[in-house]
Structures are given as structure tokens and as C-alpha cells.
């Protein structure tokens, strides 16, 4: 059996025969839950010296990226397990119920660790008080103000970009099956000049102080927080996800595609901020993506595809949301005067990673699996994805 004839057979007859779930993208939202996880542990646990200034040049970037790669595979998964005869008041109702909670439990742990711990890592509850509604309705990043963003729970700003998308979502996944399948690769180029953009514009905002990544405070907050900018990461998540369900994705073994991603991050850490946080990283993400969906739909086993990582990827929401005050309960308790040196700085990671892993198990246990149980579980009968459906 030639290659060919051995990656039809792999191929399934019909869409009908398209898994529902694609295992290795679980196990990606867990790597993409690491890189932010490394990016804000590497803040606290760096040793000084050269070797440290190293690994955080490295390290920092790295959430940027994994943010990128939760946006894009946001657009890709709800496109591949939309349902047949779905409405979008059913739609956002399954979404409010696996997003909400959990949120509201990482904001009312912010609340906690500010007033235990004060000032220092976290502001004051007090000081915090005007982010208390924005953050509660998850419209926060719509504000241009940072520390308003960025405000009780860290990551919760990416929450409020994700509830654009899933507002949208239902009318974009109309107008998107009406893409005429050989046209789909043009829309994908599109969308991506389009994210490259969106940097550029920035630079017609008005002048202010400097703020991360050696961008303004407006730079900063219109390329990286406010949930339009990011709204072409999750059109490209959907429409790949399209392509790959026509049959049109590009023969990319996801082994090469780890080497794009590679290649992709070698770049993102030499080019400009303002391209760097977002628009470099977009293209190896959205290959990496595309080429694990493949490996799944063709039945190839892969260690995103194993059960740990797909458990991992399961709790990876919880994950996301508890990691920063896992992070610093191991601070607290061994004090906030710590020195990392090589070891302890392994040895901080390793912990604090150990305590999100436990918090996050039991977040998902106790409150997001039963609601996805209640609200968010596809029931019996429901159907096929709705992107299986041919224009």
C-alpha cells in the first residue's frame, strides 16, 4: 500500500464519521494553559544572573502565545461540535453555564487575597472597587484601563473577549458555511493581514505613557485586550476548522507542525512588540491546531492525544483561572522576601504547579463538571457538527 493509499484509508468515508471530539486539542488547551502559567511564575521564580535573565527573555512571551492559542482554538472547537438544530439563546446559555462559574469563583478568590494579603502582589479591595461591576458583567476589557483590566483576577480579562466571541459566534457560523469551500483558503489570508493590522492601527491612537513591552498604555491595551482586536484569532479558529472538515487543510504531520511552532516562537521573540504579542504567533499556532485535528480525524495517536493530557486539558479552564493565586499561596508561605536561586526557583515552580493542579481538579469537580453535567453536555440525538453541513 502506497502512502497515499494508506492515508485514504485513514481518511473517514463520510462526515459522518468525523469524531466528535478531537482528543489532541483537549490536550493542547493544557499546553496553552502552561505557557501562561510559565510566563507568570517565571515573574516570581527566576534566579538572578544571566542564567535567569535567559530563561525569562524566553519564558516571558510565552503566555502571549498561549493566549493566542486559546483564542484560535475557541473559534475551532465551537465550529467543529456546533450542533445541527441549535438557537443561539441555547447556544449562549450552554457557554454562560461553563464559563460563569468558575469565573465568579476565581473573582471571589481575588476579592479573598486582597483583603488577607493587602497591598503588595494585589492591590486592595478598596482601590479595586470601580473594576467590581465591569469585571462581575466580564465587560472589563472594553475599558481602556489596565489596571482596570487586569483588576481582582488577573486572566479574567480573556473571559470577557471569549463572551464576544460567543456572542457572535452564531451569525458568524452562518455567514461562514456560505463560503463557497474553494474560497476558504482566501478568507483564511484575509483574516490574518487583517491581524496584522490591527498593530498598525495602534499607531494612529493617541500618545500616552509607556506601559508593557515597551508600548503605550493605549498600544498595549488596543493590540492585546480589547475583544475586537482579538476577534480575527477566533474567525481563523473557525474557519480552519471548516477547512479542515471539507477536506482541505494541507498535508502537515504534527510533528512538523511542533517545529513550526518552534521556528514561529523564535521569531516572536526577535520581532517587534507591538507584532510580537499577537500577530507573529497566529500562523504556527493556527498550524499546530489544524495538523492535531488531523491527527485525530485519521486516528493517529500523539502524546497531546494520551488520557493524562486529555485530563489535564479537561481542567485546563480551572487551571487557567487559579494558577496566578497558586502562585502566590507557595509565595506567601515560604515569604515574600524569597531569592530564587537554580534550584529553589525549580523547586517554586514545581509547587506552585502542584497546588494549581489540586485547585483546579477541584474547581472542575465540584463546580464546572456538574454544570457542563446539567446546561453544556451534548444530549443524546442532538446531532452532527452544523459545519458538517455542505453549502
Not at 75 to 102: C, H, M, Q
Not at 124 to 134: C, F, R
Not at 211 to 221: H, M, V
Not at 256 to 273: F, S
Request: glycine share 6%; aromatic share 14%.
Amino acid at each position: 500500500m502506497t502512502s497515499a493509499q494508506k492515508e485514504a484509508s485513514e481518511s473517514p468515508d463520510s462526515l459522518a464519521d468525523l469524531p466528535l471530539q478531537l482528543n489532541s486539542l483537549t490536550g493542547l488547551r493544557w499546553v496553552a494553559a502552561c505557557m501562561v502559567f510559565v510566563s507568570h511564575v517565571a515573574y516570581v521564580a527566576l534566579p538572578t544572573g544571566e542564567v535567569g535573565q535567559r530563561i525569562g527573555t524566553f519564558a516571558f512571551m510565552m503566555g502571549y502565545l498561549g493566549v493566542t492559542t486559546f483564542f484560535v482554538l475557541s473559534g475551532f472547537v465551537l465550529t467543529w461540535s456546533a450542533r445541527t438544530e441549535d438557537t443561539a439563546p441555547k447556544f449562549w446559555r450552554r457557554r454562560f453555564f461553563k464559563i460563569y462559574p468558575n469565573h465568579l469563583i476565581g473573582f471571589l478568590a481575588g476579592v479573598a487575597f486582597m483583603t488577607w494579603w493587602g497591598q503588595g502582589i494585589f492591590l486592595s479591595v478598596g482601590d479595586q472597587l470601580p473594576a467590581l461591576i465591569p469585571q462581575l458583567l466580564l465587560v472589563h476589557s472594553w475599558i481602556p484601563d489596565l489596571d482596570l483590566a487586569f483588576s481582582f483576577n488577573l486572566v479574567s480579562w480573556t473571559l470577557s473577549v471569549e463572551a464576544l466571541f460567543y456572542f457572535c459566534f452564531p451569525l458568524l457560523l452562518k455567514a461562514v458555511r456560505r463560503i463557497r469551500p474553494e474560497r476558504l483558503w482566501y478568507w483564511v489570508g484575509g483574516v490574518v493581514l487583517l491581524i496584522f493590522a490591527i498593530p498598525q492601527a495602534a499607531k494612529l491612537l493617541p500618545a500616552g505613557e509607556l506601559s508593557f513591552e515597551g508600548l503605550t498604555t493605549w498600544e498595549y491595551w488596543f493590540i492585546y485586550v480589547l475583544p475586537l482586536a482579538r476577534m480575527g484569532e477566533f474567525v481563523l479558529g473557525v474557519l480552519l476548522a471548516r477547512i479542515v472538515l471539507e477536506k482541505r487543510w494541507i498535508k502537515v504531520p504534527l510533528w512538523l507542525a511542533w517545529l513550526v511552532l518552534a521556528g514561529g516562537y523564535a521569531v516572536v521573540l526577535k520581532a517587534p512588540k507591538d507584532y510580537a504579542i499577537v500577530a507573529v504567533g497566529v500562523l504556527p499556532v493556527a498550524v499546530l491546531i489544524a495538523a492535531a485535528a488531523m491527527s485525530d480525524v485519521q486516528k493517529r495517536r500523539s502524546l497531546l492525544s494520551g488520557p493524562v493530557m486529555v485530563w489535564l486539558g479537561s481542567i485546563s479552564y480551572a487551571f487557567y483561572l487559579l494558577h496566578f493565586f497558586a502562585i502566590q499561596v507557595v509565595l506567601h508561605v515560604i515569604g515574600l522576601d524569597f531569592r530564587p536561586t537554580n534550584l529553589s526557583s525549580v523547586a517554586f515552580v514545581l509547587g506552585s504547579l502542584a497546588v494549581a493542579v489540586l485547585a483546579a481538579w477541584a474547581l472542575y469537580e465540584l463546580v464546572e463538571k456538574p454544570m457542563m453535567r446539567r446546561f453544556a453536555t451534548k444530549r443524546r440525538g442532538e446531532g452532527r457538527p452544523s459545519a458538517v453541513v455542505r453549502s
